[in-house]
């Protein structure tokens, strides 16, 4: 990890930041089928509800990513299985910082007993696809057209880590 990079747990007080690195991608991307941009509630909200398992990369001014998990899919018979997201300011891309969030991600999750990651990725985003390969993620399959954005229909691709 670059020695100017600190992965912290999100505090409400991130949200506006994390807010604006999500609709960035939200905005202008296919790297995101979300077409519903995230107030600062929102985000607010979504980082009290993961109780823990939602993480901010900083470089002591500027929070320049984020990264949280959830549910993979409702009912216990999932409860051991999680999707994450990860986003980066375009800024921070490059510095570590992604495979910093995710090491972290990984860890906790880990510890608490959850078994495999999922990687929900659209495949209009290969540098995603290949980010998740170098960091043990495996191809599992390709969902045509599950997601609809600028007027076209999108695949999703999915990867798995077992931890």
Same mark, same amino acid.
């Given at each position: 990890?670059?020695?100017?990079?600190?992965?912290?747990?999100?505090?409400?007080?991130?949200?506006?930041?994390?807010?604006?690195?999500?609709?960035?991608?939200?905005?202008?991307? %296919?790297?995101?089928?979300?077409?519903?941009?995230?107030?600062?509630?929102?985000? $607010?909200?979504?980082?009290? =509800?993961? =109780?823990?398992?939602?993480?901010?990369?900083?470089?002591?001014?500027?929070?320049?990513?984020? $990264?949280?998990?959830?549910? *993979?899919?409702?009912?216990?018979?999932? @409860?051991?299985?999680?999707?994450?997201?990860?986003?980066?300011?375009?800024?921070? =891309?490059?510095?570590?910082?992604?495979?910093?969030?995710?090491?972290?991600?990984? %860890? +906790?999750?880990? %510890?608490?007993?959850?078994?495999?990651?999922? @990687?929900?990725?659209?495949?209009?985003?290969?540098?995603?696809? @290949? *980010?998740?390969?170098?960091?043990?993620?495996? +191809?599992?399959?390709?969902?045509?057209?599950?997601? *609809?954005?600028?007027?076209?229909?999108?695949?999703?691709?999915?990867?798995?880590?077992?931890?």
């Amino acid at each position: 990890m670059p020695t100017d990079l600190i992965i912290r747990a999100a505090t409400s007080d991130d949200a506006p930041a994390i807010a604006a690195i999500w609709n960035h991608y939200i905005r202008h991307t %296919a790297v995101t089928f979300n077409s519903q941009e995230k107030t600062d509630e929102d985000v $607010a909200a979504d980082i009290a =509800s993961k =109780s823990g398992a939602f993480w901010v990369a900083s470089d002591g001014d500027t929070i320049g990513g984020f $990264a949280t998990y959830g549910a *993979f899919r409702g009912g216990v018979g999932y @409860a051991r299985t999680k999707e994450h997201t990860i986003q980066l300011d375009p800024d921070f =891309s490059g510095r570590g910082a992604g495979r910093a969030l995710m090491d972290v991600l990984c %860890a +906790h999750a880990k %510890a608490q007993g959850i078994h495999s990651l999922w @990687a929900g990725i659209s495949e209009e985003n290969p540098a995603g696809v @290949a *980010f998740h390969r170098a960091i043990g993620f495996v +191809h599992v399959a390709i969902l045509p057209e599950v997601g *609809f954005k600028f007027d076209r229909w999108m695949d999703l691709v999915l990867m798995q880590k077992f931890l």
